[in-house]
Structures are given as structure tokens and as C-alpha cells.
């Protein structure tokens, strides 16, 4: 979601930790990391949802105090507001423990709420992916404070989407309002620029355009009237915009379907990966066959310019790999990073192979 200053925001839920014999740490701060590599270069907003950590889940100070060390300028730098959603007396001690490393500086980024609600002052709330236990917890909370159950809140119902929008809708509305067109026009037109222009650009999909810009072009196109700027727009937005059309589809272009097919793809001997990605694909779909064919060829231009932009097929499958394929619940998993990486990665090296 995006705060009241159109800031992304990234949540950390600590009911969803398993016990900590269960967890690799060292991972699980490399893909903290790697998840917040993708948002550093603008500025960015953290919600803790503190509920749900116990003695089971709890990881250990000398843990907590690397994963601060780690945690450099880069990160430190475009992070503009951390939440602590339900503080208890434990974030109280942690705070007098890492005090003496904690700059004043990052100290007034921090902000603790008590409840849910409070959010509501400083970002949209209802894009926030909040936990079932966490909204239970709150409620909780809130019965003991008032002795009755919180009102019930009312929402409004959804508006329709707009016959020209781009984003937000399903590939097949995209087609039937853009007369039987299967590539997504703003995936045609995008794409179409940056194989003449972009193909070149060093950390081509790295580095992020502002959201501003993004948030702007976007509405242009849900608007019908982008057509004509797309060449105006930086390079980065446009292939931001690839990945945002991606993300926003309301299943998955690799489908909810293929998800565990996917996930199985490390269990496949090495010499019939290739056979067994093929096999994935060509279940897809139609539509979703021709638009993942479409991306992946121009991935794979992309990567044959590698000495230029830097972007290998590992590289662009880390980018795209969740970007392509999400579970059906939930958040992706640590440990499915890398079958779902390793997936797009054969995508994109062997595609004369695949499609």
C-alpha cells in the first residue's frame, strides 16, 4: 500500500514468524534485505505489526543487534516513518538496550500506535494486508477498553473500473475494451519503447522511478490518454510500469494454479528443468500464454544486453519472480524464493527453448 504522502509501505508481521528452531535467520534477513532492495531508492514507510511474538518466535538480542548493523545507510536513509503497531513492555526494553546504537535522528522516525485505527492518520489503511490474528488482537484490546464490541464499519462498495483502465483489472477486460487486443496496450507500448531505447540502460528494473511519476502515468493510462506521452517519461517509469501492470493483475499471469508446480521445480533433475518449465507454460492459459511469451522474449533481449545494462537472467528473475507468480494466500515464503526465481530464470536463458 502507500501512506497519506503516496510513500510505498512495506509490513512486518511477527504472528506470521514460526518458532525460532524452525527458522533460518541468516535467510531471513536476507530476504529483509532483498525486499527492501527493491523500495530503498525512493523513500518508504514500515509498518511492525509487534503482535504475535513470543518466547517460541522471538529472536535472539545478539541477532536483533546484527540485523540492525546490516541494516546500513541505504536503508536507513529513504525510510521516512516506522510504526510499532501494539507495542508491549518488551519493544520498552528492547529500546533501553539498542538506545546507545540508535541515532536521534532515526529515533524521531519512529512512532508507536496502540491500535489499528491510529494507522488511519497516517496511511491508507484499507491497502494494508493485516493479519486475521492482528485485527483480533485489536479488537481485543479495544472490548477491554470500552467494554463493548468496536461499531461495525461500513464500506462503500467498490467503483467499477473504467472501460479504459490498465491497471487493477483482469487480462480479459484489458481485452474485451481494447477490441479482442491480447498484450495489455500499456505492456505493448512500454515495451515496445524500451527494446529501441532501453535495452541499453545500466540497472535496467533496479532503480526505481518516483512514485509520483508512476502514480501519474498510471492514471493517464487508466485515463486512455497516455499514448502519446509514453515517450516523455524516463526509462525507469516505463519499466516500472511493466511490473506495477504485472503486480496489480488480480491473479497471477504464471496463475494461482501453477503455483506448486512451480515451487516443485528444484526437485526436478537438473537436465529436465528446461522440459519440465515447458510443460508448466504450455498448461497455461491462452491468453496468459501469449502475454508471458511476449514479456519473456523481451526479458530475454534484455539479458543478451547484459554487458551494457548489467541485468542477467538471475538478475531479472529476481525482479519479476514475484512479480509473475504470488501464492493464492498469503505472502510467498522464504524458502519459495528460490524455486520461483529459479522458474524465471530458465524463462528467461532458455525462451527459443520454451515458447
Avoid at 209 to 230: E, F, M, P, R
Avoid at 285 to 314: D, G, W
Amino acid at each position: 500500500g502507500e501512506d497519506n504522502s503516496g510513500r510505498k509501505v512495506i509490513t512486518f508481521s511477527c504472528c506470521r514468524m514460526p518458532p525460532s528452531h524452525q527458522l533460518n535467520h541468516t535467510r531471513l534477513l536476507e530476504y529483509l534485505k532483498y525486499t527492501l532492495d527493491q523500495y530503498v531508492e525512493n523513500d518508504y514507510t514500515v509498518v511492525y505489526f509487534h503482535y504475535g511474538l513470543k518466547s517460541l518466535n522471538k529472536p535472539s538480542l545478539k541477532w536483533l543487534q546484527t540485523a540492525y548493523k546490516e541494516f546500513d545507510r541505504k536503508y536507513k536513509k529513504n525510510l521516512k516513518a516506522l510504526y510499532v503497531v501494539h507495542p508491549t513492555n518488551f519493544i520498552k526494553i528492547l529500546w533501553n538496550i539498542f538506545k546507545p546504537l540508535i541515532s536521534h535522528k532515526f529515533g524521531k522516525k519512529i512512532t508507536y500506535l496502540n491500535y489499528l485505527s491510529d494507522l488511519r492518520e497516517h496511511l491508507k489503511y484499507d491497502q494494508l494486508n493485516i493479519p486475521q490474528e492482528v485485527i483480533r488482537h485489536d479488537e481485543n484490546l479495544r472490548r477491554k477498553q470500552k467494554g463493548k464490541l468496536p461499531p461495525v464499519v461500513k464500506v462503500p462498495p467498490p467503483r467499477p473500473p473504467l472501460p479504459t483502465q490498465q491497471f487493477g483489472v483482469s487480462l480479459q477486460y484489458i481485452k474485451n475494451k481494447n477490441k479482442g487486443e491480447l498484450i495489455p496496450p500499456v505492456m505493448k507500448e512500454t515495451v515496445s519503447y524500451l527494446k529501441t531505447k532501453g535495452l541499453q540502460v545500466e540497472g535496467l528494473f533496479r532503480r526505481s522511478a518516483s512514485i509520483q511519476t508512476i502514480k501519474d502515468v498510471q492514471k493517464l493510462y487508466n485515463q486512455g490518454s497516455c499514448h502519446h506521452t509514453i515517450s516523455s517519461n524516463s526509462v525507469k517509469a516505463l519499466l516500472i510500469l511493466v511490473l506495477t501492470c504485472l503486480r496489480e493483475l488480480p491473479q497471477p499471469l504464471l496463475t494461482f494454479e501453477c503455483y506448486d508446480h512451480i515451487l516443485g521445480i528444484t526437485s526436478v533433475e537438473s537436465s529436465l528443468r528446461v522440459t519440465r518449465c515447458k510443460q508448466i507454460v504450455q498448461g497455461l492459459p491462452e491468453h496468459n500464454y501469449v502475454v508471458l511469451k511476449y514479456l519473456i522474449c523481451f526479458l530475454h533481449m534484455v539479458s543478451q544486453e547484459s554487458i551494457y545494462n548489467r541485468m542477467t537472467a538471475s538478475s531479472l528473475a529476481c525482479v519479476f519472480g514475484l512479480n509473475l507468480i504470488w501464492p493464492s494466500k498469503g505472502t510467498a515464503s522464504l524458502s519459495a524464493l528460490v524455486p520461483l526465481n529459479l522458474f524465471t530464470e530458465l524463462l528467461i536463458d532458455f525462451y527459443t527453448n520454451i515458447f
